[in-house]
């Protein structure tokens, strides 16, 4: 849930509409950061997380 | 450009190679390979998400509208953060009810209700039609780009869609039971996703690196065009921050709401475990796919391509460019990209459309005649049906549309079902009446919004009159809905439709009541994780009446088999059920019908009222029975994974039983769980008396404590003492289970015997550092303890006055026991040099007792023999005899007030076996362990400790073992076994 919050503020307006005509690079490196993270998340959560 | 016959060829082999590569899963999987249920062909069946749309029209939307094409997969990537939370639930739920699609799901979370589900599928049929025309319009419209002859595409997509129908059909309709994976189908949707990745990357490098030079190099020149303002986002930009929002929430619903996402995403789920993986996975897959979308769309404005044919640069760049067999490739990734939706999409839409209109509709109709045959006849029909109703959208009305444009009136028709279902999931409240306004309310807003300007655009609604009034309506204007204006389309058409869905939801469900089926749905659904806590329905009345319906359905064998399989397994009496339990059954009961027929139709079944004439009963009973039977294949399928997997549990069993290690496995009260054969062989204790009792009244060692007070993982030596027994040795290792299960598993070697080795090693060790110690002192003391004594000895001899006879005398007795212990030092190290002889043991024994027999310390001691004749083999009889003379010499010291001695000799094995016992004192057993070790003695000064060390070496030194025996106050043994051939091995190792 945190995660997708993180997400939702880095995806959003209004960070996004700092970055003028860097913004796709910032878009990408922000998705992959994402990505990782949710990576690190599932991970770390791999033992006997059962909770929903 | 391609002749139209040479891409049909190209077309052709890609869907037989899909056939054989579908097929080959499918035997794989059922032969139990992991090749197909695995965390990575699931993430990229979940690809299927990424459809021509994808493909072509994202280049398409970077071109003319910027960055707002990344909110299709940024939105499904915020939405995979929360799949552990909401995706594992809505699984859970859909193998526990055996829910096959969507429009199930929200029906049957409302009740089962008939007219809802009813509702969703028409909703969706009319949502993901265009969806479905747009694949079809692409492949269409790049078969003629690539043959340069648009005439020829209407009839290649026709055929195309034909081909893709029958492929649909051939893996997802051959059984009657749509809660079956179809894994052919899904490691075939895998491969796609493989493909059209691939094709992308590679237009991708062949833009951004073959035309240009890298990333830097186009969004640098692109900056300069005065396509720039596509690089940005807000005011000055083709795409408002709101804009952007509402499609990033349009893609969160889609990936969820999608029939053909929930297909792969719930149905085709294999195992909760590959959500946790795919939800980093999948949005992996969609930033690869992504990463050259706009070096492609920028690259192709810089390069002239017009910017309303940027749907196909991907295609056009390489044309251009003259390498058409890039372009070739890329048709084919394309062509994965639709294909995989189409097969997917028709096959989800069309179980739904049979739940949901062609069972109820059979029901009512009583037309049971044929009825297995019918079904899956009319499922294949349906299937082609809605692949062809694609077809005609994408011939009269796709043209007038991006893809873009079509694929996300379909995100808005899905993002309908969001509010019954995600709050279906999570809110009590929420009822049918509640869900079924909401959604009616939605839809209407969709058409109103999106689809009415849609179709006066293709013309398809004329210009004027009541258009021209509704448009120019500040109340009723579709595109400003109430005087909203200022909105993009998607936001408007978002706003309007999620608002009053939401509000029409939540109100209705507020102030109307739920049925009892309702309330035990919603208890289904919101508590999944929960025990089933029913008890507001008051029927069926009893057992019999539930074996009684299903009876008429699956025969009553089939019943009687249902009905005492489940009371069997709850351990429930058929007198005594509680209501609870009977509804639960009854539960069970429609499962079973659910699978084939739609949990609508099963929950009609056991409705009140649904009497059929005896005629129907019989004809609809026979159907039915044929679909048990399809089933019953099924289960046989099952039954030989069981088989399989019963092989592999016997093999993992039979891996742990065989080996030498002792294998327990504890509970968190460290009782015992399993117990191998190599334990009873180590510990003496059979698995039937080990299990279920406490490991460490089991396994008590002289030290350290195993188990108390805290457990100790890792790995301890352990002596152990077990009773009669000579004591062992073991290395026990103590760790917890990892994983899901709590406990220990305890493994255990016995390594006496590789300690009594390595103690050998070490005493021979020793003896031989001493052996050379030994010649030295020997030789240095001998010579002028030699002079000394000669020089003593003449003094004897000459007249002394008393006292210097005395001292002489006393000097002389200790130089003899000096040059005793020389002697024996000397003897200690010229053990090796020997010559060994053909010898016969008895004679030796004979002459070592003849020696003895005179002497009067052995007048009070019986010697007693039993002497086996034994073959002649060589040993030094001079070191032999000593040996068994320092035996001797002990057993008599060791019995000071007589006894006997008991000399014995046989031979097996190829060893001679020699022992002897007395009845002397013995000794204690941390005396026993020192025996043999040089210096060692329990005679005190009498004693120079060096007897039983040359015992040792002789005997080692013959290739042989002495062993010793002893108990305290009853006596020691000692066993020497020699070896009779090691002449032999000594010329082999020689």
Redesign the interface.
């Known amino acids: 849930?945190l995660?997708?919050a993180v997400?939702?503020i880095f995806?959003?307006?209004p960070i996004?509409?700092i970055f003028?005509?860097n913004?796709?690079k910032y878009?990408?490196l922000a998705?992959?950061i994402?990505?990782?993270l949710?990576?690190i998340?599932?991970s770390y959560?791999?033992k006997?997380n059962n909770g929903? | 450009m391609f002749s139209p016959v040479f891409l049909f060829s190209i077309i052709f082999a890609y869907l037989v190679l899909l056939f054989l590569i579908a097929h080959f899963a499918e035997r794989m999987d059922k032969k139990g390979s992991r090749l197909v249920s695995n965390p990575y062909v699931y993430s990229l069946s979940l690809a299927v998400y990424c459809t021509s749309w994808t493909f072509y029209g994202s280049v398409g939307k970077a071109a003319n509208a910027g960055?707002s094409f990344?909110t299709i997969y940024?939105g499904p990537?915020?939405m995979?953060?929360?799949w552990?939370?909401v995706l594992?639930?809505i699984v859970y739920i859909c193998k526990e009810n055996r829910i096959t699609t969507i429009s199930d799901f929200i029906a049957s979370r409302y009740g089962n209700s008939l007219f809802l589900s009813a509702l969703i599928t028409f909703v969706a049929v009319i949502g993901i039609t265009p969806y479905l025309g747009l694949q079809l319009k692409a492949i269409m419209h790049t078969f003629s780009i690539l043959t340069g002859q648009p005439g020829g595409s209407r009839f290649a997509g026709w055929t195309i869609a034909l081909l893709l129908g029958i492929f649909a059909v051939f893996f997802g309709a051959r059984r009657v039971d749509v809660s079956e994976r179809h894994s052919g189908l899904v490691f075939a949707v895998a491969f796609e996703s493989a493909i059209k990745l691939i094709a992308f990357i590679s237009v991708g490098v062949f833009v951004t690196y073959g035309l240009f030079n890298g990333f830097d190099d186009i969004?640098d020149r692109f900056?300069l065009t005065e396509f720039?303002a596509n690089?940005?986002?807000?005011e000055e930009a083709n795409v408002s921050?709101l804009e952007?929002?509402s499609l990033?929430f349009l893609s969160m619903m889609a990936i969820m709401f999608l029939p053909r996402q929930f297909q792969v995403s719930v149905v085709e789920n294999s195992s909760e475990k590959h959500i946790?993986?795919a939800?980093?996975l999948f949005?992996?897959y969609l930033?690869l796919i992504n990463?050259f979308v706009?070096p492609i769309a920028y690259g192709g404005l810089l390069l002239g391509e017009p910017q309303n044919n940027a749907d196909y640069f991907v295609l056009s760049i390489p044309l251009k460019q003259g390498v058409p067999m890039l372009a070739l490739f890329i048709f084919i990734g394309g062509f994965s990209a639709a294909t995989a939706m189409i097969i997917v999409e028709s096959l989800a839409l069309s179980t739904m459309v049979m739940n949901s209109f062609v069972m109820p509709a059979v029901w009512r109709m009583k037309a049971m005649k044929s009825f297995y045959a019918m079904i899956l006849n009319t499922r294949r029909i349906v299937i082609i049906g809605l692949v062809f109703l694609g077809y005609t959208f994408a011939i009269y009305i796709g043209e007038f549309y991006s893809l873009v444009n079509i694929g996300l009136k379909s995100f808005e028709a899905v993002t309908i079902f969001a509010p019954s279902f995600l709050l279906g999931l999570y809110w009590k409240g929420g009822n049918k009446k509640g869900a079924i306004a909401g959604i009616l309310v939605g839809f209407s807003i969709w058409i109103y919004t999106l689809i009415i300007p849609a179709l006066l655009k293709a013309g398809i609604i004329a210009e004027g009159g009541v258009m021209d009034y509704i448009f120019s309506s500040t109340f009723l204007n579709p595109t400003a809905l109430f005087g909203l204006k200022g909105l993009d389309q998607w936001s408007h058409s978002l706003f309007w439709g999620l608002l009053l869905n939401l509000f029409f939801y939540v109100s209705v469900s507020v102030f109307t009541k739920k049925t009892d089926a309702e309330t035990r749905q919603t208890i289904i659904f919101v508590d999944s994780?929960s025990p089933l806590k029913l008890g507001l329905s008051n029927r069926p009345k009893s057992v019999d009446e539930i074996e009684m319906i299903l009876a008429e359905y699956i025969g009553a064998t089939g019943a009687a088999e249902t009905v005492n399989r489940f009371l069997r397994k709850n351990g429930i009496a058929r007198d005594s059920i509680d209501h609870e339990w009977l509804l639960r059954l009854k539960s069970e009961a429609e499962n079973l019908l659910s699978g084939a027929l739609g949990p609508s139709i099963s929950n009609l079944i056991f409705q009140d009222g649904a009497y059929l004439t005896g005629d129907e009963k019989v004809r609809l009973s026979d159907s039915v029975k044929r679909i048990s039977s399809s089933l019953m294949l099924s289960r046989q399928e099952l039954a030989e994974k069981n088989r399989q997997l019963a092989l592999l549990k016997e093999f993992s069993e039979n891996i742990i039983e065989s080996i030498p290690l002792g294998v327990a496995t504890l509970d968190e009260s460290l009782k015992v769980k399993y117990w191998n054969k190599a334990m009873k062989t180590i510990i003496g204790i059979d698995q039937s008396d080990a299990l279920d009792i406490e490991a460490d009244l089991l396994l008590r060692c002289l030290e350290p404590d195993l188990f108390t007070p805290a457990i100790r993982e890792g790995e301890v030596t352990c002596k152990r003492n077990p009773g009669s027994g000579p004591q062992m040795i073991l290395k026990v290792n103590l760790s917890s289970l990892t994983g899901?299960q709590a406990g220990y598993v305890l493994v255990i070697e016995d390594i006496t015997e590789k300690k009594k080795i390595e103690e050998d090693l070490f005493r021979t060790t020793k003896h031989a550092s001493i052996g050379r110690l030994a010649a030295g002192v020997s030789h240095e003391i001998g010579n002028p303890l030699a002079s000394i004594s000669s020089l003593v000895q003449e003094l004897l001899a000459e007249k002394q006055s008393s006292f210097g006879f005395n001292s002489l005398s006393t000097i002389n007795m200790h130089i003899d026991r000096i040059a005793r212990i020389v002697r024996n030092l000397g003897d200690f190290a010229r053990l090796h040099p020997r010559q060994k002889v053909s010898t016969n043991l008895r004679n030796i024994i004979e002459g070592t007792i003849n020696l003895v027999k005179y002497d009067k310390n052995f007048r009070k001691i019986d010697i007693n023999t039993d002497i086996e004749e034994t073959p002649e083999f060589k040993i030094d009889p001079d070191q032999m005899q000593q040996v068994f003379l320092n035996l001797m010499l002990n057993a008599r010291d060791a019995m000071p007030e007589g006894g006997s001695i008991s000399i014995s000799i046989s031979h097996n094995n190829g060893y001679v076996k020699t022992i002897f016992s007395d009845t002397g004192t013995g000794v204690d057993y941390e005396t026993r362990d020192k025996l043999f070790d040089p210096f060692f003695t329990t005679k005190g000064t009498k004693g120079t400790g060096l007897g039983l060390s040359i015992c040792y070496s002789i005997i080692k030194d013959h290739g042989g073992t002495i062993e010793i025996d002893s108990v305290k106050d009853r006596g020691t043994k000692f066993i020497i076994k020699l070896p009779l051939k090691r002449e032999l091995k000594e010329e082999l190792e020689g």
């Open positions: 849930m995660l997708f997400g939702a995806f959003g307006w996004i509409s003028d005509y913004l796709s878009l990408f998705w992959f994402f990505i990782v949710i990576f998340a599932t959560n791999k006997g929903g | 960055l990344l940024l990537t915020l995979a953060a929360l552990w939370l594992r639930k969004f900056r720039a690089m940005t986002l807000g921050f952007w929002t990033t946790k993986k939800m980093w949005p992996l930033f990463i706009l994780y899901d």
